[in-house]
């Protein structure tokens, strides 16, 4: 068997064969989906050693014709996806091990195999059919994952909510598919790219209807609702897996894809991207700021973080999209981290209400350390992971000469940073409620995990030339970019300095809360939660005022009474109308029929006159 | 005639004059030798048809006329099934003399036979005339006053068929000098004008249509099924009435075509009349109470798809009419023999006083289910080929009004034997029901054979239809 092919097949397979193992054997459910996720991580880490020294595997396989084959082809790109999409199903699986509440153990791990087998298979697909193949399974397993996660109404509802977002950009994304395929003559994305396509006519329309599957994924602005409703409703190692990893991994991977491998994008196109980008950050990280529960304040996070691989990969020069791409691996890594770090806490407290937490510093040390790690990478402090590729970011920006979008994105990070004090403050830091004196660290094997994510947050950040040389600047090469600056080490250059700036801010900004709240951490952000003017705001982004999905679905009722009342007219006038109109034929004609010898007759002999008359006068004897 | 089929003609006719002789004093006997005259001819008849080595020759073995060959078979085909099926119908207490009624139904097979098999109109009009007093006889089987009504109307309402075909072949002698279909296609080709033998051959058509049932012309037809003696109303709707009428009118339409346009007008009104019976036919069938009367109008309302595809003329169209015609016969008598087998167990086939036979007669039923499917062209059936080959053949031939209608009639068809279906043999058993018993086995073995035979000409169509097409529309359309 082709080697590509174990990343998709073995998952798959393992996946079904777990169904077959008894309730009641311990533990083997989860050693088999470990040993199954290092394999693939093992078969990854060879797949990109042969893409960066080597040719790039790839296997074909004739599908449905008309240009729809099966063809998965590891690229650098690819190779570089595949590898970041194992290493999170492993450690993920390692994390959930001891971790409770995550519903049935084992359709956990059937939703977790199968979505490893699938983002396995959307990294890698080359043709765009069997990429979105691949991608709408993985809606599925999202639903089942969210829904399978805990028991009760609730979990089903933001289940739904997600796959009804999820599935109507992937219609989108389905569309643009079949658009630019037809444009482009074939559903090869290497075919696609020897010919790039311009912005004009249908081909603007698939590339923004694919962008628009893309970002979805990836959970910007406007699409990004169901992450915060899932925080709550369902377990950590999902969000740390799905909403924090591989759905940022696979929308980013495709924006890459499409705005600079297949389109050749134009200046407007790059405005909209970056605009987006911008207000993804700002208007998640404001809601994050204010936030109560842990898992629900790094969701925003989750949300705001893409914002900055958007605007990176909508500068459209070399430097944005490393950054892009380097805060797409980065982001997983801290974000998976601290999802981590939240179940670990709600595991041995019983809570992530931040109001309930605090001053678990000496009872839970490696958490503790590991949080502090994530956050600062995510505050992108330096040298940490975060703090480079948000410089690379900073710089694409920069060059374009939109210093606007420059401001927003420090501004977010202020905000970020703002956000993680308060909440480090509240959850390890301060006064230890009564209630929570005798919490214990977390389990090893959920201390694992996090520490390792917690060292490649530290080894990207003093080692980015590591990542720098063998995932990101191959990628580039991939995608055809070609760049003078050096991507990688550290410089004192003014971008330097106003991170510094940045952290001084967003201090100062928490001691004034801090002071303003009377000393409670929990409540450090009220300052700006309960502003004149953002209250109110506040007050009915809570509500769902500004929840595209909450309001259309007021709209449901109306129109489908609106649907009902069509279909109940149409339904008359294939049904009601016909059947009555035959009832009063059919009744007319019983009538008629009465036995009647002289009726009969008159009715043959009429008929017989009018036949004759009609025969002799067009039939020839004139 | 052909006279190379002429042996399927005389040996009934010799066998019905020996039943009067033979059993004289047994009465059985006449039906065994009903059956026993009928089975050796269909089995003949189908060895010919369905030799393997036929398809693989491209049937250039067949060396009589193919339309005959499948017409005698069908023929032959029913008249067994019906014969069988009354040998066991009749109880020793019935008014039913055994000895004409046989005698009179080999009778007409003969002179169907010569019906099928003639090549000039004078000796087609003196078998239906043959056919047509049969009839009379054996409707009256039974000596039930419903029975003579039928017969009476049958005889009033279709003997101005006789007159126009008299009148008809008299004016043929006058302008074309000949009955003969094989010189009538020499005058036609010759390019002397024809006006006035169009009007001869409509005139002979309109005898026809008559005598097919056709709206206008249909007002005999519901009396005349309902009111006859049960296994004779299958033998009528199945096979007399089609073969006295709708044959002859496909025969006369393959002439019509060779006139081209001179008998424009005349096709023209022949596929109105066709899609006026289609419509008259299943909008009555829908409201009728009767089993047998709904039977009648779903009857015609089928013979309107025969005359709508002969009054269409191409080729395609009139191997559609052929097969339906075949099709009609094999799905109606199931249905007619099946309200007999209705009408014997629970006294009645009044389908307001029936309901849930399933239960106890889940043979009929199923039989039942089967014919209406293919009735009303239900993939794999047989009747759904025919329906479809009628069909396109409406659409190529630019009648696209026409093909629409047929097809949304056939919705109607499959709405009036879902009624029927629904009030005898589903929901909850009545007074009548409750008591009713399964026919014996012996009374199911024409139906069953019939419906294994629908589904086999469904199944093998593509036999079929090479069958048509080479030994049909090669050879006797021109």
């Known amino acids: 068997m082709n080697p590509i092919l174990i990343p998709v097949i073995l998952p798959l397979a393992s996946a079904l064969l777990l169904l077959l193992v008894s309730e009641r054997i311990k533990h083997l459910r989860e050693l088999l989906t470990i040993a199954v996720t290092g394999a693939c991580f093992v078969s990854a880490v060879s797949i990109l050693n042969q893409a960066l ?209 297949l389109f050749a994008l134009n200046g407007f196109a790059q405005l909209a991207l970056m605009t987006l980008g911008a207000l993804t950050i700002l208007v998640a990280v404001m809601m994050a700021f204010v936030q109560n529960d842990y898992k629900r304040l790094l969701s925003y996070h989750a949300v705001s973080q893409t914002g900055y691989m958007i605007l990176g990969i909508g500068t459209l020069n070399p430097i944005g999209i490393a950054g892009g791409l380097f805060h797409m691996i980065n982001h997983a890594t801290y974000k998976s981290c601290l999802f981590m770090t939240a179940g670990a806490v709600e595991r041995q407290t019983g809570s992530n209400d931040l109001s309930k937490l605090g001053g678990l510093f000496r009872a839970m040390p490696v958490t503790a350390v590991c949080f502090i790690i ?39 990070s202020v905000l970020t940073l703002a956000s993680f004090l308060k909440l480090g403050h509240s959850v390890f830091f301060g006064r230890r409620p009564e209630a929570l004196a005798g919490t214990r660290e977390a389990p090893f094997s959920m201390l694992l995990p996090m520490i390792i994510l917690a060292g490649i947050c530290v080894a990207f950040g003093f080692g980015a030339r590591l990542p720098v040389t063998f995932l990101i600047e191959p990628s580039l090469q991939n995608l055809g970019l070609r760049h003078e600056e050096a991507l990688a080490g550290f410089h004192f250059n003014k971008l330097f300095w106003v991170s510094i700036a940045v952290i001084l801010t967003a201090v100062v900004n928490h001691l004034f809360g801090l002071a303003a709240a009377k000393g409670r951490p929990d ?70 029929h009465t036995g009647s010898y002289p009726l009969y007759m008159a009715l043959t002999i009429a008929g017989f006159v009018f036949y004759i008359l009609f025969t002799a006068t067009y039939g020839g004897i004139k | 005639m052909t006279t190379g089929l002429l042996a399927y003609l005389l040996i009934p006719l010799f066998t019905a004059v020996l039943i009067p002789f033979a059993a004289r004093t047994r009465h059985r006997l006449a039906g065994v030798l009903a059956n026993v005259t009928l089975l050796a001819g269909l089995i003949n008849v189908s060895l010919t048809l369905f030799n393997p080595a036929n398809l693989a020759s491209a049937f250039s073995g067949l060396a009589e006329n193919g339309f005959a060959l499948l017409m005698i078979f069908v023929i032959y085909l029913v008249a067994l099934c019906v014969t069988f099926f009354s040998s066991y119908f009749i109880g020793n207490d019935s008014t039913v003399n055994r000895v004409p009624y046989y005698s009179l139904i080999l009778t007409s097979v003969s002179a169907m036979c010569g019906i099928v098999t003639t090549g000039d109109f ?91 049932g056709v709206v206008p012309f249909h007002t005999w037809t519901p009396d005349a099924y309902e009111g006859a003696y049960a296994p004779v109303s299958a033998y009528l709707a199945g096979i007399v009435t089609k073969v006295s009428g709708v044959y002859a009118v496909i025969r006369i339409s393959m002439i019509l ?81 099946n ?113 294994l035979l629908i589904a086999a000409l ?21």
């Open chain 1, 523 to 592: 409540k450090s952000s009220d300052h700006i939660h309960y502003a004149p003017g953002l209250k109110e705001i506040y007050a009915m982004a809570e509500k769902g005022a500004f929840d595209p999905y909450e309001q259309l679905r007021k709209f449901v009722p109306f129109a489908a009474g609106l649907l009902y009342k069509a279909d109940r007219f149409f339904d008359y006038l294939t049904d009601t109308l016909p059947s009555s109109a035959a009832g009063v034929f059919s009744k007319a004609s019983q009538r008629f």
């Open chain 2, 339 to 451: 309200s007999a087998s209705l009408e014997k167990s629970a006294g009645t086939s009044d389908m307001n006083k029936l309901g849930g036979m399933e239960h106890s007669m889940p043979w009929t039923s199923w039989t039942s289910i089967v014919a209406l499917l293919s009735t009303a062209g239900v993939p794999p059936l047989s009747g759904f080929w025919s329906k479809l080959i009628i069909i396109i053949a409406l659409w190529d031939g630019g009648a696209k009004i026409y093909a629409v209608t047929a097809l949304l009639f056939s919705v109607v068809t499959l709405a009036y034997f879902m009624v029927m279906q629904r009030k005898v043999f589903f929901g909850k058993p009545t007074e009548a029901s409750r008591n009713a018993r399964e026919v014996r086995p012996a009374m199911l073995v024409p139906v069953v054979g019939m419906c």
């Open chain 1, 53 to 261: 020294f080597g040719t790039g595997m790839e296997f074909t396989a004739d599908w449905a014709g008309y240009g729809l084959s099966f063809t998965l082809k590891a690229d650098r790109l690819s190779s570089f996806l595949l590898l970041a999409v194992s290493l999170f199903s492993f450690v993920i699986s390692v994390y959930s091990f001891s971790f409770g509440r995550k519903g049935r153990a084992r359709w956990f791990y059937f939703n977790l195999l199968l979505t490893a087998a699938f983002s396995a298979g959307a990294a890698l697909a080359d043709n765009l059919a069997a990429m979105l193949f691949f991608w709408e399974g993985l809606l599925i397993f999202l639903y089942t994952f969210i829904a399978l996660s805990q028991n009760g109404q609730p979990a089903r509802k933001t289940a739904m909510k997600a796959f009804l977002i999820n599935g109507v950009t992937d219609l989108c994304l389905l569309i643009g598919i079949c658009i630019t395929g037809y444009i482009a003559g074939t559903m090869s994305m290497t075919g696609i790219a020897a010919n790039k396509l311009t912005l004009d006519g249908w081909a603007a329309l698939g590339y923004a209807l694919m962008a628009i599957g893309a970002v979805s994924k990836a959970g910007a602005l406007p699409f990004h609702t169901w992450i915060p409703d899932a925080a709550l409703d369902s377990s950590a190692p999902f969000m740390a897996y799905v909403p924090a990893a591989i759905d940022k991994l696979l929308g980013i991977y495709l924006l890459t894809r499409i705005s600079v491998y």
């Open chain 2, 257 to 337: 075509r060779l006139f081209e346009i001179k008998a424009y007008h005349t096709a023209e009104v022949l596929m109105f009349l066709g899609m006026l019976s289609i419509v008259v036919g299943a909008l009555a069938a829908l409201r009728q109470n009767e089993f047998k009367r709904m039977l009648a109008f779903s009857s015609i309302s089928q013979v309107g798809y025969i005359i709508l595809a002969a009054g269409m003329g191409t080729p395609l169209a009139l191997l559609g009419a052929v097969f339906h015609l075949v099709n009609h016969a094999t799905f109606k008598t199931v249905l007619f023999l």
């Open chain 2, 458 to 478: 469904g199944a093998f169509f593509p036999y079929i239809y090479a069958y048509l097409v080479e030994a049909i529309a090669a050879r006797t359309i021109l």
């Open chain 1, 374 to 412: 994530a956050a600062a990478a995510i505050s992108g402090i330096a040298p940490l992971n975060g703090f480079f590729s948000k410089e690379l970011v900073y710089a694409g920006t920069l060059n374009t000469g939109y210093t606007w979008f420059f401001l927003a994105a420090e501004l977010g």
């Open chain 2, 122 to 212: 004078f000796t087609l009009y003196i078998f239906v005339e043959v056919l047509a007093v049969t009839s009379f006889a054996l409707i009256t089987s039974d000596d039930g006053a419903k029975g003579l009504e039928g017969a009476i109307k049958y005889f009033l309402l279709t003997f101005p068929a006789s007159l126009f075909i008299i009148f008809g072949i008299a004016f043929l002698m006058l302008t074309a000098g000949t009955f003969s279909f094989e010189s009538l296609k020499v005058i036609i080709a010759s390019g002397l004008p024809v006006g006035g033998v169009v009007f001869a051959v409509s005139l002979i058509l309109l005898g026809f249509l008559i005598k097919s």
